[in-house]
Nanobody, 121 residues
Framework: QVQLVESGGGLVQPGGSLRLSCAAS????????LGWYRQAPGKQRELVAT???????NYASSGKGRFTISRDNAKNTVYLQMNSLKPEDTAVYYC???????????????WGQGTQVTVSS
């Protein structure tokens, strides 16, 4: 069984910064893509950023230049550094991972429980 546990959310003023972390644990053979998504009240879940096992990154336009995704493969952990936060960044942020639990097995999609980020003065 695989678990994704996020941390680092909270309340921050506009222009402030937060760093989210997500650690994967359990029966893991390999982790392919790691990513962050977010869902604001009344809106659909949307992509924030992804990073491949080789370090290639992809960002939604809303976070380009302000957000940085990174990963520590030795710790099975992905990070999201968020700078210059805006009220419209307020949402529940979810960690996502494509994980292979056994050699030659299928790649499965896993989600964390979410962490609340609120940007407000």
């Amino acid at each position: 069984q695989v678990q994704l546990v996020e941390s680092g959310g909270g309340l921050v003023q506009p222009g402030g910064s937060l760093r989210l972390s997500c650690a994967a644990s359990g029966s893991i053979f390999s982790i392919n893509v790691l990513g962050w998504y977010r869902q604001a009240p009344g809106k659909q879940r949307e992509l924030v950023a992804t990073i491949t096992s080789g370090g290639s990154t992809n960002y939604a336009s809303s976070g380009k230049g302000r957000f940085t995704i990174s990963r520590d493969n030795a710790k099975n952990t992905v990070y999201l550094q968020m700078n210059s936060l805006k009220p419209e960044d307020t949402a529940v942020y979810y960690c996502n991972a494509l994980i292979q639990t056994t050699a030659g097995g299928p790649i499965m999609n896993y989600w964390g429980q979410g962490t609340q980020v609120t940007v407000s003065s």
